[in-house]
């Protein structure tokens, strides 16, 4: 994995997974930065991967579920000026947010992630910014339930030998 650089604009990849109506939201563990707030499966896109991978691949790793892109429900462009004090610096992410199909039984390490709950979107839009990790979240769950939904096709993810 490369060295995180918070000083330039780096890429997030992530999903909305939902059930019943009810969106998952993973509890940042005690070793993040956000720790104990709530956030959607999300993590940053390694160099070289496709955002489409990275999206699976981070599902996976914070829910135990297997995760299958459908759409693209929308690129956020996030700027925290909130960690400045925090971290040294104001962190710039473009968040890919997928939609699509799921399956598996829900784990979690404990650690990196230290729980898992199904939320209401209702639940979510009444959360304020010190539970939820980033405040543009309600933004991509209320894309999501509008119906919001790109084709994957948009992403063109070339890699030069």
């Known amino acids: 994995m490369s060295k995180r650089i918070f000083t330039q604009t780096f890429g997030v990849a992530g999903a909305i997974i939902e059930k019943g109506g009810k969106v998952l939201l993973v509890r940042e563990g005690e070793d993040k930065v956000d720790?104990?707030?709530?956030n959607q499966p999300a993590g940053w896109i390694d160099v070289g991967e496709d955002p489409i991978e990275s999206a699976k691949r981070e599902v996976k790793?914070?829910?135990g579920l297997d995760f299958e892109?459908?759409?693209?429900?929308?690129?956020y462009s996030l700027h925290r000026k909130d960690m400045q004090e925090k971290?040294?610096?104001a962190p710039h992410a473009l968040k890919f947010i997928f939609r699509g199909k799921f399956s598996g039984e829900l784990k979690h390490d404990g650690k990196e992630i230290s729980e898992l709950r199904w939320f209401a979107p209702e639940e979510i839009e009444k959360m304020e910014l010190n539970e939820l990790r980033d405040f543009d979240i309600k933004k991509e769950v209320a894309d999501y339930?509008?119906?919001?939904s790109y084709p994957l096709e948009i992403?063109?993810?070339?890699?030069s030998e």
């Open 155 to 159: 992403i063109r993810h070339t890699m």
């Open 69 to 75: 892109p459908t759409g693209l429900i929308g690129i």
């Open 145 to 148: 339930f509008a119906g919001k």
């Open 35 to 38: 720790a104990g707030k709530w």
């Open 87 to 89: 971290i040294g610096a």
């Open 61 to 63: 790793e914070e829910t």
